[in-house]
């Protein structure tokens, strides 16, 4: 089971740290990602991470602005959002695959998924 937190309302600029921690299973050594969908708009990849963290892949609309991170000994995966837009407005979902060197965009690819956390961006 994973468990996002840490969305919320935030001016245009500001920063939200996401959290997703895992429980029932450790997944220490899958990769690990971040979607987002938009009202009304398909759900959209975000970043990833692959099982040692060693690589990182991101949207480019996210690139210079959004950091991926984990803690293994947690079972925790967090995305540090800076510089925050309204058009980063969306429901947020953390996902995991079992392909632990994948760090790729298709929702298909993932196979465990967080409930969503809002996160909210006014001008």
């Known amino acids: 089971q994973l468990q996002a937190s840490g969305g919320g309302l935030v001016q245009a600029g500001g920063s939200l740290r996401l959290s997703c921690a895992a429980s029932?299973?450790?997944?220490?050594?899958?990769?690990r990602g971040w979607f987002r969908q938009a009202p009304g708009k398909e759900r959209k990849f975000v970043a990833a991470?692959?099982?040692?963290?060693?690589?990182?892949y991101y949207a480019d609309s996210v690139k210079g602005r959004f950091t991926i991170s984990r803690d293994n000994a947690k079972n925790t995966v967090f995305l540090q959002m800076n510089s925050l837009k309204p058009e980063d407005t969306a429901v947020y979902y953390c996902?995991?695959?079992?392909?632990?060197?994948?760090?790729?965009?298709?929702?298909?690819?993932?196979?465990?998924w967080g409930q969503g956390t809002q996160v909210t961006v006014s001008s």
């Open positions: 991470i692959t099982r040692n963290g060693g690589h990182t």
């Open positions: 029932g299973r450790t997944f220490s050594s899958y990769s």
């Open positions: 996902a995991t695959t079992k392909d632990g060197y994948y760090g790729g965009s298709s929702p298909g690819q993932y196979d465990y």
